[in-house]
């Protein structure tokens, strides 16, 4: 999975669906465990936070649609905001929510 610079205009230039027909997920460079999920199938393109737990599961939780953020980091405060904790850790500590719903 390609780790860039997430930006507006990188956002912009990614095409979905994605030419191979599976999703693909674009990490942040400047975010560890934030991502892009970019569809496969449909147009849609969300952002997403990741984070392996204690017990070697992965646990994945949807931001909300690229559509509904201006900038990339109103995005990364949202995964924050939602928990009110760290971006670090709210992955960990919020293992179940849907942010920006």
Do not use: H
Not at 19 to 24: D, E, L, M, R
Not at 26 to 32: H, S
Not at 65 to 84: I, Q, T, W, Y
Request: with cysteine; aromatic share 4%; net charge positive.
């Amino acid at each position: 999975m390609p780790t860039v610079k997430l930006t507006k205009d990188k956002i912009g230039k990614i095409k979905a669906p994605d030419p191979s027909g599976k999703q693909v997920i674009y990490w942040d460079e400047e975010l560890a465990g934030f991502g892009l999920l970019v569809s496969g199938v449909t147009s849609s393109k969300s952002y997403i936070a990741q984070r392996r737990l204690p017990d070697g599961r992965t646990r994945r939780i949807t931001i909300g649609a690229v559509n509904e953020f201006s900038k990339v980091e109103a995005a990364r405060r949202e995964l924050s905001g939602r928990c009110g904790i760290s971006r670090a850790t709210a992955i960990a500590l919020c293992p179940r929510a849907r942010l920006g719903a």
